[in-house]
């Protein structure tokens, strides 16, 4: 791998199950050393790119390759990605342990190691009993013990915390950020923006299958966390001002505006210098999950499309 | 490609239902074995060591069952994905599973035929009773119906990938076995073809069984034929395996 290439690149990805398109022309890529969320609410198309990434799935159109390679072309797969999927990835009936041997064993990695991550993910002391009767934690660090086995360069993780309690989600947040400081790739889906956030460089949101933003999570909550709400007589001036000036203002004909996309620094320069009268501004105080909430409510696509047609 | 083959026999034999399926196969082998040896009068004019020895062919059934289940439970449970993630190749993952599958079948025919064989030899002579069969005709009897479990078990692995619901599968296979090739046979012209040539036909040429009248092929032929069938339901499997989207 060149180190220009990405880690992960999805280019106009698309699949069609019967009617439905889960996915619809998505591209986005992740570069190594990042860890990237990706978002969307339940049944955006999250888990069939994944899967469509792995190779499970065939796309209907575009690519998602892996260090610029399709994942059955990979030479050492296990050694190049490390995948936790959602849902039964046991036998009910085989240990722990015996699961890990299995792969172990496929993949032409040393048993050694199956003991080492055992204790990494701290199941040590269950790894002999029926993986059936593990709790749902327990199954999600099997899993990503599992997807460490063959020391991957790259992270595909499907919800990984779903089921993990405030100890675990912290203790996966230290891992990821580990994982990634070592110069790793990771790619990280989740239904709940607050729960990545932390963690996250970037961001890909989709919803229905498109692709809404790729950003660096710090713009992307600065752009649409950090609105401005201006309250006076003089505000309609003042929008005039600001779009002027390229900002999304909404709302003016009843004494107020709200500023999406400048501080309330900016908006306070703005009206000092052109001796605006205000009442009131006051940051619009959206919380993360208002924010994931907007992108991803289902009129949003819309007024996003319009947005950057614009 | 041997690491495939390793990691499928240790997924093989780290399950409860393997080790049910060879408990029951060996425990029916010898109790149905034994009590015919011990209690069949044998006329005049029967072989009984061609009889007895035909016990441990009631094995052919479970290594179809051990085969079909080889992919049908990887998809009931999920697991197909981690094993496709590690060894994305269908080609490659396929062949494991024969190999690992026949295998199998090879040490459950291996020593069912063992039990039948002991439990004959130990039973009939203190009977004095004679076994009626030749050691070259015994063998080439016993190397013919191992082959066939463990044919049968590959050609359970064929089946298994191309209807992956599990319980489908198991009930469609025994029933093809069972019920649906002896019926195609009873029809008029049709039926003598498939009697021959047919699954159950070939099984019955390559285990040089008796039952059903024995067989019009020879051996050799019936294992071809059986490897033929094999290997339909493998290049069925894969393409399947293939083209379908792993989603569970």
């Known amino acids: 791998m060149t180190a220009t290439e990405a880690a992960i690149e999805v280019r106009g990805l698309s699949k069609r199950f019967g009617a439905t398109l889960a996915v619809d022309d998505l591209s986005f890529s992740v570069e190594r050393g990042r860890i990237v969320g990706f978002l969307g609410p339940n049944g955006a198309g999250k888990t069939t790119t994944l899967r469509a990434l792995l190779g499970l799935v065939r796309p209907t159109a575009g690519t998602a390759t892996i260090e610029g390679r399709a994942y059955a072309e990979l030479e050492d797969p296990t050694g190049t990605v490390g995948t936790v999927l959602d849902g039964g990835m046991f036998h009910p009936g085989r240990s722990g342990r015996n699961h890990l041997r299995a792969i172990a064993l496929a993949a032409g990695v040393a048993t050694s190691r199956v003991d080492e991550l055992l204790e990494l993910v701290d199941l040590g002391d269950a790894a002999d009993r029926r993986a059936g009767g593990y709790s749902l934690g327990m199954r999600q660090r099997l899993g990503l013990a599992a997807a460490l086995l063959g020391d991957p360069r790259v992270l595909v993780l499907d919800e990984p915390a779903n089921g993990l309690d405030p100890q675990g989600i912290r203790w996966l947040r230290d891992l990821l950020r580990s994982l990634a400081a070592e110069g790793r790739a990771v790619l990280v889906s989740s239904h709940v923006l607050a729960e990545v956030a932390q963690t996250v460089d970037e961001v890909v949101v989709i919803h229905r299958g498109r692709s809404i933003e790729q950003a660096p999570i710090g713009e992307l909550l600065a752009r649409r966390a950090g609105g401005v709400r201006v309250v006076g007589p003089q505000v309609a001036r003042l929008a005039e001002l600001l779009r002027a000036d390229g900002a999304d203002v909404q709302g003016d004909g009843d004494g107020s505006i709200v500023v999406a996309d400048r501080s309330g620094e900016q908006v306070g320069r703005v009206i000092a210098d052109n001796a605006i009268h205000i009442s009131e501004l006051a940051s619009a105080g959206q919380t993360l999950e208002e924010v994931f909430f907007e992108l991803t409510s289902d009129d949003l696509p819309a007024a996003t499309e319009t947005e950057s047609a614009a | ?248």
């Open chain 2, 1 to 248: 490609m041997s690491s495939a083959i390793r990691s499928e026999l240790l997924k093989l034999r780290t399950t409860r239902t393997f080790l049910g399926i060879v408990i029951a196969t060996l425990g029916l082998v010898a109790l149905i074995a034994g009590a015919q040896a011990a209690a069949d009068p044998f006329d005049a004019g029967a072989t009984p060591g061609v009889d007895l020895l035909d016990v441990a062919g009631l094995a052919q059934p479970f290594a179809l069952v051990l085969g079909i289940l080889a992919v049908s439970t990887e998809f009931r449970h999920g697991t197909i994905t981690p094993t496709l993630l590690t060894t994305p190749d269908r080609v490659r993952l396929m062949l494991a599973k024969l190999w690992a599958h026949g295998a199998a079948g090879v040490v459950l025919g291996v020593v069912a035929y063992g039990i039948a064989a002991l439990l004959m030899a130990a039973i009939l002579s203190a009977r004095d009773i004679s076994s009626g069969i030749s050691a070259g005709d015994g063998l080439e009897m016993v190397l013919g119906g191992v082959a066939c479990i463990a044919l049968l078990a590959a050609i359970g692995v064929g089946v298994g990938a191309v209807v992956r619901n599990q319980v489908g599968a198991v009930i469609g296979g025994l029933a093809w076995m069972f019920m649906i090739e002896p019926l195609l046979a009873a029809i008029p012209n049709v039926g003598e073809w498939v009697e021959d040539y047919g699954i159950g036909g070939a099984i019955t040429a390559l285990s040089g069984s008796s039952f059903g009248g024995g067989a019009d092929i020879s051996q050799l032929a019936g294992g071809l034929l059986l490897v033929g069938y094999a290997l339909l339901f493998a290049v069925a499997g894969v393409a399947l395996l293939r083209r379908r989207d792993v989603s569970a």
